[in-house]
């Protein structure tokens, strides 16, 4: 578990392409300072073991799932990616509560500097715009934002500047790509609402929403 809060940027050392997987070495710093073999780490929001680790390098293994679900296999050495320690009870949670499963990839499709601020179209799959609401969480490789406003194809985030300069956002361009994780919360309420059973459903059992209606919640 992670708080979408990024501690430092790492750069890829090199990825190994393998049949259906990869392995990535990344140099770091920070998150390497208490770090233990079978560790997670989020990179660029993905949640990631680590394998094997010495001085300012650390490897993961992806997997093809994951390769197919995220952009981790477009990356290439030099590139700075995004990394998080995993959550430990009794931190801040600053930013919202972020698993590290990527929903889907997004592209960046427009940027606008507003004063001090950065606004950033994304364009994203279904898997994870269902979930958008203005005012709400989402993830963009692994940075907590919150959600300006959204339509069926895409959300706006506004990125401040020490945004901008602790993470892979601030130089992202039109067209690249993003990691998208919505909020888990959202996910766990739709799964609520719509798992019932035929008995359930035509007992009346449950919530549905036709009961949130009828009780005046929607």
């Known amino acids: 578990m992670f708080t979408g809060l990024v501690e430092e940027l790492g750069a890829v050392q090199q990825l190994v392409r393998g049949a259906d997987s990869a392995r990535l070495s990344i140099s770091a710093g920070r998150v390497l300072e208490d770090v233990k073999l079978g560790d997670s780490i989020a990179v660029n929001g993905v949640c990631l073991t680590a394998v094997e680790f010495s001085g300012r390098r650390f490897e993961v293994e992806v997997m093809a799932e994951t390769l197919a679900k995220t952009n981790l296999g477009s990356l290439k050495p030099g590139d700075r990616v995004n990394l998080e320690r995993a959550l430990r009870v009794g931190d801040r949670l600053g930013g919202h509560l972020v698993?590290?499963?990527?929903?889907?990839?997004?592209?960046?499709?427009?940027?606008?500097?507003?004063?001090?601020?950065?606004?950033?179209?994304?364009?994203?799959?279904?898997?994870?715009?269902?979930?958008?609401?203005?005012?709400?969480?989402?993830?963009?490789?692994?940075?907590?934002?919150?959600?300006?406003?959204?339509?069926?194809?895409?959300?706006?985030?506004?990125?401040?500047?020490?945004?901008?300069?602790?993470?892979?956002?601030?130089?992202?361009?039109?067209?690249?790509?993003?990691?998208?994780?919505?909020?888990?919360?959202?996910?766990?309420?739709?799964?609520?609402?719509?798992?019932?059973?035929?008995?359930?459903?035509?007992?009346?059992?449950?919530?549905?929403?036709?009961?949130?209606?009828?009780?005046?919640?929607?």
């Open 99 to 218: 698993s590290g499963h990527i929903d889907g990839v997004g592209t960046i499709k427009k940027q606008e500097r507003r004063d001090i601020a950065v606004l950033a179209e994304i364009e994203g799959p279904p898997e994870a715009l269902r979930f958008c609401i203005p005012k709400g969480s989402i993830a963009v490789d692994g940075v907590s934002l919150t959600v300006v406003t959204c339509t069926r194809h895409s959300f706006w985030v506004s990125l401040i500047p020490h945004t901008a300069q602790a993470t892979t956002l601030g130089f992202k361009r039109l067209g690249d790509t993003v990691n998208l994780e919505a909020d888990m919360l959202a996910k766990y309420v739709e799964r609520m609402l719509n798992y019932r059973t035929i008995e359930d459903r035509e007992a009346g059992r449950g919530v549905s929403m036709e009961l949130l209606a009828e009780h005046g919640f929607i």
